[in-house]
């Protein structure tokens, strides 16, 4: 497959045997790698690739490995790793966590993202049906949403009381302390999309028909309430970022920087074997930023809101 930085080009072309080779399509991630040294031969078709999909496929690819390795050592000791995704509608975490499970066995291997509260559920200790999908001896346990629900969403959309919002805000950091401190490795990732990026991916979502499940009636609700989310972000920043268990921001407007630079993080913290040079698993400080900073960099601007990140 040859590689170009024009982009395909609409319609169709014809191969040697006169064949019509439609374009108008997207290649399935890894194809262009796959096919990339492939002979010119019948039934075939030229399609041009960006040298940045080439160069993005490699990478991934190459990090996928280290998650393997990873994935066979943490087997070995008994590690327990949960990651917990969190941020704005569209803001890619399903994306990243797609990457991070593709070729791991998924027999210790674990994506949890509930759904609304049973009846049942809604009576419970708010942290209750959390904790029964926490992670056992050797598994990465990748949280879709979290008990952080009611930080952003659930106070922002009013599914819960002014009361309840403050009493996780108190409660969470020790709830996190517990976890930690009985050996559970924890990454708190907040993906980071701009408003304007988020609007296109809503729009996105209605026209490519693999991606309408992901359509919500709060997505319509995102763009209005944005704001609103930005001061729950700061407030939840604020009271749960901590030394023990502190957040990741993830400037994530382009997806692949994001993904690659979300999988450089848990790799470049945890010791394994057979580890990547520290410079091929260094993440971009571009894209990946401590809480700590964001919460400087949103003091800052706080009152000039086209200058903060989503």
Known sequence: MSSNKNKKKKGAKENKQGESCPTDFKLLES???????KKEKENRCQIWVSKNQIAYE???????????KLQKFMKA???RILSIFEGRDAAGK????????????????????????SDTEATQWYFQRYVTHLPSAGELVLFDRSWYNRA???????FC????????????????????????????????VS??????????????????????????????????????????????NRTIAPWTIIRSDNKKRARINCIKHVLSNIDYPNKLPVKDIKPDPEVVV?????????????????????
Do not use: C
């Open 94 to 117: 399903g994306g990243t966590i797609k990457r991070i499970t593709a070729f791991l066995n998924p027999r210790n291997t674990r994506v949890v993202a509930l759904a609304k509260p």
């Open 290 to 310: 401590s809480g700590i900073d964001e919460i400087h960099h949103m003091e800052k601007n706080l009152f000039s809101p086209d200058k903060l990140h989503g």
């Open 152 to 158: 952003m969403v659930e106070p922002v959309m009013n």
């Open 77 to 79: 000791k008994g590690m």
């Open 195 to 240: 408003k304007d990026i988020q609007a296109q991916r809503f729009e996105a979502r209605k026209t490519d028909l693999l991606k309408q499940y992901k359509l919500s009636p709060v997505d319509n609700l995102a763009q209005t309430y944005w704001d609103q989310y930005t001061v729950k972000k700061f407030q939840m920043l604020n009271e749960t």
């Open 58 to 68: 490699i990478e991934l690819k190459n990090l996928q490995i280290e998650l393997m």
């Open 31 to 37: 194809t262009a790698l796959k096919f990339m040294n």
């Open 161 to 192: 009381t002014d009361e309840q919002h403050k009493r996780f805000l108190k409660n969470v950091p020790n709830f996190e302390d517990l976890l930690v401190r009985d050996g559970i490795i924890l990454f708190k990732f907040y993906f980071s």
